[in-house]
T-cell receptor, first 113, second 115 residues
Framework: DTGVSQDPRHKITKRGQNVTFRCDPI?????LYWYRQTLGQGPEFLTY????????KSRLLSDRFSAERPKGSFSTLEIQRTEQGDSAMYLC???????????FGPGTRLTVT | QKEVEQNSGPLSVPEGAIASLNCTYS??????FFWYRQYSGKSPELIMF????GDKEDGRFTAQLNKASQYVSLLIRDSQPSDSATYLC???????????????FGQGTILTVHP
């Protein structure tokens, strides 16, 4: 059984560019979560999906951020018009139905120059 | 007040000692509690979870939960230098019946185990 995978692992982009990250959850996990983590802080919730439905979005998530999970399997997180403040580790996690435990992928480290 | 609070440390213990990590939470609706270990530059790794009041043991790790005091702790016995990492406490609400949602994390406690 493979774990959660994320791609790319690192991304350097210039301010104003759009970026897209991909997450593949553990197979059979129906819930998928996105978090963001900056240095010295715990992960901060962004949004989550149950199957293909997006059930919750953080109030902190600006309209430059959008996430999809079109077939209930992998998910993408897009950031439009990136800003330096978007520099962070973007973490994806998944969990199975009826369970609270979430398992994280390796993360995508975004640097906006 | 932060929803989940931890002492950021650093906490330094000698090899072989017991490391005690603490966490408090503000939302009484929180149902499930988790401890993640995070090495520098890596993603969080789930090491313990607890749902009921009392203690839960797994190898060298013991998680303790006191819902009346809104307090969670993690004890690491026989600490090893490889336990040196940031330990994140997280809480989850039971939303809409039986489904669980997001995790709310504390800022993490840095643990250093010195030989």
């Amino acid at each position: 059984d493979t774990g959660v995978s994320q791609d790319p692992r690192h991304k350097i982009t210039k301010r104003g560019q759009n970026v897209t990250f991909r997450c593949d959850p553990i197979s059979e996990h129906n819930r998928l979560y996105w978090y963001r983590q900056t240095l010295g802080q715990g992960p901060e919730f962004l949004t989550y999906f149950q199957n293909e439905a997006q059930l919750e979005k953080s109030r902190l998530l600006s309209d430059r951020f959008s996430a999809e999970r079109p077939k209930g399997s992998f998910s993408t997180l897009e950031i439009q018009r990136t800003e330096q403040g978007d520099s962070a580790m973007y973490l994806c996690a998944s969990s199975s139905k009826g369970q609270a435990e979430q398992y994280f992928g390796p993360g995508t480290r975004l640097t906006v120059t | 007040q932060k929803e989940v609070e931890q002492n950021s440390g650093p906490l330094s213990v000698p090899e072989g000692a017991i490391a005690s990590l603490n966490c408090t939470y503000s939302d009484r609706g929180s149902q499930s509690f988790f401890w993640y270990r995070q090495y520098s530059g890596k993603s969080p790794e789930l090491i313990m979870f607890i749902y009921s009041n009392g203690d839960k043991e797994d190898g060298r790790f013991t998680a303790q939960l006191n819902k009346a005091s809104q307090y969670v702790s993690l004890l690491i016995r026989d600490s090893q230098p490889s336990d040196s990492a940031t330990y994140l406490c997280a809480a989850s609400l039971l939303a809409g019946g039986t489904s669980y949602g997001k995790l709310t994390f504390g800022q993490g406690t840095i643990l250093t185990v010195h030989p």
